[in-house]
């Protein structure tokens, strides 16, 4: 057509594609796997911590192994809801923010977050999560380093987490150094050893997929 601009047609941008369910849910697991296997080896528990406490996390991680996200994550449920009883040795923070108490009903405006937008609702659960696993990483680090694990080679995943939450938030460069710490911890850390008779577990193996792609919340 005579006169038309001599240029290529506009494309609608397109966003990015979000990562599979079943790809989070490996992801939420493994972030949830690596503070708890430390929470359960603190010195606070004087050797061995109750079975109660160690076979969830042994079913979780055994889950995980063969590729079953959906139970790992409901053994790692039922780890946060014991930790909570008043039973067990309270845990220091940032640790005791993976308890989960059962609290009574309540009417949807007792959360005051509750007539928040759904996505900004989402974006500050999003941050508060982000937030204790940078601290949950950065505690675990500390008691390994004073357990004769060595970790030099994580502090720099650590650091650069934490520049990059100071910048970006949640971004895709602070999960990759987040998971990187995760996964080598659960490689170097014994599992707890349970009071009682000990259950074997097989060894921890980092999923193909979070090697990956590890960096994706």
Do not use: C
């Amino acid at each position: 057509m005579p006169g038309a601009p001599n240029r290529p047609p506009e494309t609608a941008a397109t966003a990015p594609t979000p990562p599979p369910k079943e790809l989070v849910l490996e992801r939420k697991v493994l972030r949830r796997l690596g503070p708890s296997r430390i929470a359960l080896r603190l010195d606070l528990w004087k050797g061995s911590p109750s079975r109660e406490l160690v076979d969830p996390l042994l079913r979780a991680e055994e889950k995980y192994a063969k590729g079953e996200n959906r139970d790992a994550d409901s053994a790692l449920d039922q780890l946060s809801v014991r930790f909570a009883e008043p039973r067990w040795p309270s845990l220091p923070i940032p640790f005791r923010n993976l308890r989960v108490s059962i609290p009574q009903p309540q009417p949807p405006h007792y959360d005051p977050e509750n007539a928040l937008p759904p996505a900004e609702r989402d974006a500050r659960k999003a941050h508060r999560d982000a937030e204790l696993q940078l601290a949950l990483a950065r505690a675990s680090l500390e008691w390994a380093g004073g357990h004769a694990v060595d970790v030099a080679d994580l502090l720099p995943h650590l650091a650069a987490s934490a520049t990059a939450f100071a910048s970006e938030g949640a971004s895709e460069t602070f999960w990759s150094g987040i998971d990187a710490v995760w996964i080598a911890l659960r490689e170097r850390v014994p599992m707890p050893t349970a009071s009682g008779a000990p259950r074997a577990v097989p060894a921890p193996e980092a999923s193909a997929a979070v090697d990956a792609v590890a960096g994706d919340p």
